[in-house]
């Protein structure tokens, strides 16, 4: 990447760059800072202990700005800008009374961890985020475009739709578009996740960021750069991660109220037990800094957000962008799944899965001749028995004459001396075609799948049955969601035979065939009121009213735009094995974050008691209240680990 470069996402810019040595350790400046506080209070610590008590203030003092400065400033930002108390001015408030009493040590000490936790906190936001700034770095800065056979380089930012690039070995692709020219093999983990490899050739689709690994390509431009879909991940990313989730706005609002309740309870402390209980002010005043330190919510507001942006980075990582901290948090609750069938259950185009021909016909030149004029219509039956054939024989295609393409019905044209007609029953002839070989045809119909009539001179000589092909990995990913105790529930807009053919096939739960798109919605409004909490997922521009009015939409990555926009996660493969995963991630994140609240809680309570019955001193206090905001935030960092149990 060239110094300075400027992306720009969502409007704003951004500058990328490859930061020299001291703009890197000023990124670090908070853990910097905690750790020569820490240096500092050694260093008072031996002073206090030679009988030097006022070199040895010095030095705490200098722990407590050096330390506390970021943290203050944050604080008082935060309460001019919100206009309500926060955790941080607990805090600073609980070191000044520490060293107002005398107990310069503690105060200091209390500094240390509480700046320490907070690079900490840092520390894992950035490690989320590192996901935008990564992507960014990688993505290419200049492409190489062909211009009546003239290479000339330009920036990614002055193609345009239609423009001929050309991509070498071991480069990054700086565009999404087609292949025109050659065959290589292309690493996609950067938009897929996925590691291996993917072989592909002329008119592949290829996608900007991804690495050419080995044969020169020309690509055809489709995208300009500010649509590509490398692009939208990183819009994706970046907007999820400034998304808070109900949890952690619950948290945010709660925190102010805390605060003010602290306080009050905090001066009710310095008065009432030197008069009812006959405390010295000394140890009423030391004992409601105490109060001060451990009723501090620090471990429960870091709770969530460190968890949250975890499992938001860890999910991009696979593929799986989550538009949000609320989408990945109402994920775990989802009770049921409606599935869209084509193009997501499905692989979206018709394959041929059943020749039958006439006894006296060879089966191999009848499939020759039919592909052969097939290959005159742009229609995807058409289509997909071309490529059968292609599949079949390497022998070349027949050019037929007098072709007449009949839309609607089927295509007839004159090939070996011959006329043939290749469509409907309607179109080859009604009775022949529901006579044929004993009304095999019926019983292909009977399976959800669409029958081809050929027909020649001779009457009819084939029919070729064609169905949208359930996708390899579909059985094995809905068994995993059934596991999770999810309900699977297919709306295709086929007819009852297909739609129950492919349910049977791919094993779902249930199905809603002959599904418009506005009955699509009106459908998942009814398995909302029997389930609950519902996710839908779909690919198509037909599908996005209803991934709307989903508690959960999933989009798949190579679908429409308009889903992609539409839905609140997004699998930038289509592999639905990643909606397991998805799930098992929200689980394992909202389980990190109850036991984050829960343990919060628990050491708040039990230092709180321990403070009013004495027990506690000042230093365990510190320790006990701001570890535990360590260890919170520790545990929230596993969600940059797999979505395991």
């Known amino acids: 990447m060239l110094q300075g470069q400027l992306a720009t996402i969502n409007n704003e810019k951004i500058t990328v760059s490859s930061k020299p040595r001291l703009e890197k350790i000023l990124m670090h400046w908070e853990l910097i800072a905690a750790i020569f506080s820490g240096l500092l209070i050694v260093i008072a610590w031996l002073f206090s202990k030679s009988n030097h008590?006022?070199?040895?203030?010095?030095?705490?003092?200098?722990?407590?700005?050096?330390?506390?400065?970021?943290?203050?400033?944050?604080?008082?930002?935060?309460?001019?800008?919100?206009?309500?108390?926060?955790?941080?001015?607990?805090?600073?408030?609980?070191?000044?009374?520490?060293?107002?009493?005398?107990?310069?040590?503690?105060?200091?000490?209390?500094?240390f961890i509480f700046s320490l936790s907070g690079a900490l906190e840092t520390y894992t936001t950035n490690k989320s985020k590192k996901e935008i700034s990564s992507l960014l770095e990688i993505q290419p800065e200049t492409a190489?475009?062909?211009?009546?056979?003239?290479?000339?380089?330009?920036?990614?930012?002055?193609?345009?739709?239609?423009?001929?690039?050309?991509?070498?070995?071991?480069?990054?692709?700086?565009?999404?578009?087609?292949?025109?020219?050659?065959?290589?093999?292309?690493?996609?983990?950067?938009?897929?996740?996925?590691?291996?490899?993917?072989?592909?050739?002329?008119?592949?689709?290829?996608?900007?960021?991804?690495?050419?690994?080995?044969?020169?390509?020309?690509?055809?431009?489709?995208?300009?750069?500010?649509?590509?879909?490398?692009?939208?991940?990183?819009?994706?990313?970046?907007?999820?991660?400034?998304?808070?989730?109900?949890?952690?706005?619950?948290?945010?609002?709660?925190?102010?109220?805390?605060?003010?309740?602290?306080?009050?309870?905090?001066?009710?402390?310095?008065l009432i037990p030197h008069f009812v209980f006959g405390w010295s002010w000394n140890t009423t005043f030391y004992r409601a800094m105490i109060l001060l330190v451990v009723a501090s919510p620090c471990a429960l507001v870091a709770s969530i957000m460190p968890a949250t942006l975890s499992a938001i980075s860890n999910g991009a990582r696979k593929g799986i962008?989550?538009?949000?901290?609320?989408?990945?948090?109402?994920?775990?609750?989802?009770?049921?799944?409606?599935?869209?069938?084509?193009?997501?259950?499905?692989?979206?185009?018709?394959?041929?899965?059943?020749?039958?021909?006439?006894?006296?016909?060879?089966?191999?030149?009848?499939?020759?001749?039919?592909?052969?004029?097939?290959n005159q219509s742009n229609h995807p039956l058409a289509q997909a028995i071309v490529q059968y054939w292609k599949a079949k024989s390497d022998e070349e295609?027949?050019?037929?004459?007098?072709?007449?393409?009949v839309p609607g019905w089927g295509i007839k044209a004159k090939l070996n001396n011959q006329e043939w007609f290749i469509g409907k029953k309607d179109f080859v002839g009604m009775e022949e075609a529901l006579a044929f070989e004993d009304g095999v045809a019926k019983k292909l119909e009977s399976e959800g799948k669409t029958v081809v009539y050929v027909k020649n001179s001779s009457g009819i000589a084939a029919v070729i049955a064609l169905q949208d092909i359930v996708r390899d990995e579909t059985k094995n990913a809905l068994l995993e969601l059934k596991q999770e105790g999810i309900r699977t529930i297919m709306m295709t807009g086929d007819s009852e035979n297909t739609a129950k053919n492919i349910a049977a096939v791919s094993q779902i739960d249930e199905y809603i065939a002959e599904c418009l798109p506005e009955t699509k919605v009106s459908s998942l409004k009814k398995v909302k009121e029997q389930f609950g909490i519902v996710a839908m997922v779909?690919?198509?521009?037909?599908?996005?009213?209803?991934?709307?009015?989903?508690?959960?939409?999933?989009?798949?990555?190579?679908?429409?735009?308009?889903?992609?926009?539409?839905?609140?996660?997004?699998?930038?493969?289509?592999?639905?094995?990643?909606?397991?995963?998805a799930i098992r991630l929200s689980k394992k994140m909202n389980r990190i974050i109850k036991q984050n609240?829960?343990?919060?809680i628990s050491v708040i309570v039990i230092l709180i008691a321990s403070n009013f019955l004495e027990f506690l001193n000042l230093p365990l206090g510190v320790v006990g209240h701001e570890g535990s905001t360590i260890l919170v935030i520790l545990n929230s960092l596993r969600c940059l680990g797999g979505g395991k149990r």
């Open 538 to 581: 779909g690919d198509g521009v037909n599908d996005a009213p209803a991934l709307a009015t989903a508690n959960v939409g999933i989009a798949m990555g190579e679908g429409s735009d308009v889903a992609m926009e539409t839905a609140d996660v997004v699998l930038m493969k289509n592999d639905l094995s990643r909606i397991a995963e």
């Open 53 to 111: 008590e006022s070199i040895s203030i010095a030095f705490y003092l200098g722990a407590f700005i050096i330390g506390g400065f970021a943290k203050a400033k944050e604080g008082i930002e935060e309460t001019i800008k919100n206009k309500d108390l926060n955790v941080e001015l607990l805090m600073f408030f609980a070191a000044i009374g520490s060293a107002i009493i005398g107990y310069w040590a503690e105060g200091a000490m209390l500094i």
């Open 597 to 600: 609240i829960i343990f919060s």
């Open 397 to 405: 295609l027949l050019q037929p004459v007098q072709v007449d393409d």
């Open 144 to 270: 190489i475009r062909v211009v009546q056979g003239h290479e000339e380089k330009v920036h990614v930012s002055l193609l345009q739709v239609g423009d001929m690039i050309i991509v070498k070995p071991g480069e990054r692709i700086p565009a999404d578009g087609n292949i025109a020219q050659g065959t290589t093999t292309i690493d996609e983990s950067t938009i897929s996740g996925e590691s291996i490899p993917v072989t592909k050739g002329n008119g592949a689709e290829v996608f900007a960021g991804t690495i050419n690994l080995n044969g020169s390509v020309m690509v055809k431009v489709t995208k300009p750069a500010n649509e590509t879909v490398f692009n939208k991940i990183i819009q994706l990313v970046q907007s999820a991660q400034s998304e808070k989730s109900p949890s952690q706005l619950f948290i945010e609002r709660f925190e102010g109220t805390y605060v003010k309740v602290v306080l009050l309870v905090v001066i009710l402390m310095m």
């Open 321 to 374: 962008l989550f538009k949000g901290g609320v989408h990945i948090e109402g994920l775990s609750h989802v009770k049921a799944i409606a599935f869209d069938k084509t193009g997501t259950l499905t692989k979206g185009k018709p394959e041929v899965t059943d020749l039958i021909v006439r006894p006296d016909v060879n089966e191999q030149s009848v499939l020759h001749f039919a592909a052969s004029i097939e």
